[in-house]
């Protein structure tokens, strides 16, 4: 938004420049064009993390799946699983949206604090319900001492759990230090079209 505005403030100063020749004029707007492009491709990378385009061409399997992908190469040597067994049938975008960030948070944790050597990621159904599991043989860690400590956001925990909670459903985690992790979101299924 400061790079918008600070854009509209060039225009403005080019508009007062009629009498500065033509290659003035050509430079300032050259420039301008720059800025342009560069928050156009911005704002695109901000659309894309609020959706990831993935899950709207392929769904939430496979968006799991390449961000799976991507954290194993990221990683070294993780071993990385994606069980789906959700089938084709699509959900409402906002569960998607929702299990997918969860993953997301939940891979990062993996990436950054487990020092696992293997990562399964599944969804399935549970009755009426979505079930997403994110299972690490890390380090795990004492789970009352992250969330002890509400606004810190260690470990995305809390934020997972909101996301997860806002849209119906509930967050479990399970983790002790030297015995890996266990993320598992279950959420109303909730069929899209």
């Given at each position: 938004?400061?790079?918008?505005?600070?854009?509209?403030?060039?225009?403005?100063?080019?508009?007062?420049?009629p009498?500065?020749?033509?290659?003035?004029?050509?430079?300032?707007?050259?420039?301008?064009?720059?800025?342009?492009?560069?928050?156009?491709?911005?704002?695109?990378?901000?659309?894309g993390?609020?959706?990831?385009?993935?899950?709207?061409?392929?769904?939430?399997?496979?968006?799991?799946?390449?961000?799976?992908?991507?954290?194993?190469?990221?990683?070294?040597?993780?071993?990385?699983?994606?069980?789906?067994?959700?089938?084709?049938?699509?959900?409402?975008?906002?569960?998607?949206?929702?299990?997918?960030?969860?993953?997301?948070?939940?891979?990062?944790?993996?990436?950054r604090?487990?020092?696992?050597?293997?990562?399964?990621?599944?969804?399935?159904?549970?009755?009426?319900?979505?079930?997403?599991?994110?299972?690490?043989?890390?380090?795990?860690?004492?789970?009352?001492?992250?969330?002890?400590?509400?606004?810190?956001?260690?470990?995305?925990?809390?934020s997972?759990r909101?996301?997860?909670?806002?849209?119906?459903?509930?967050?479990?985690?399970?983790?002790?230090p030297?015995?890996?992790?266990?993320?598992?979101?279950?959420?109303?299924?909730?069929?899209?079209?």
């Amino acid at each position: 938004m400061q790079n918008l505005a600070a854009i509209g403030l060039r225009l403005e100063r080019a508009y007062a420049l009629p009498d500065a020749g033509p290659e003035r004029l050509r430079a300032v707007l050259q420039e301008l064009r720059r800025d342009v492009a560069t928050e156009i491709d911005e704002l695109r990378r901000t659309i894309g993390a609020l959706r990831p385009l993935l899950l709207d061409q392929r769904g939430l399997a496979a968006a799991v799946r390449d961000l799976a992908e991507e954290v194993a190469a990221r990683a070294g040597p993780l071993r990385c699983q994606v069980v789906d067994e959700l089938g084709a049938a699509r959900l409402r975008p906002e569960v998607e949206t929702a299990l997918f960030r969860v993953a997301q948070q939940a891979l990062a944790n993996v990436e950054r604090h487990a020092a696992a050597g293997g990562v399964r990621v599944a969804l399935r159904r549970s009755g009426p319900s979505v079930v997403l599991s994110v299972e690490d043989d890390g380090r795990g860690f004492d789970l009352s001492h992250v969330e002890v400590v509400p606004g810190h956001g260690g470990f995305g925990l809390i934020s997972m759990r909101e996301r997860v909670q806002a849209i119906g459903g509930r967050l479990a985690v399970h983790s002790r230090p030297g015995g890996g992790t266990r993320v598992e979101a279950q959420v109303p299924a909730g069929e899209g079209p």
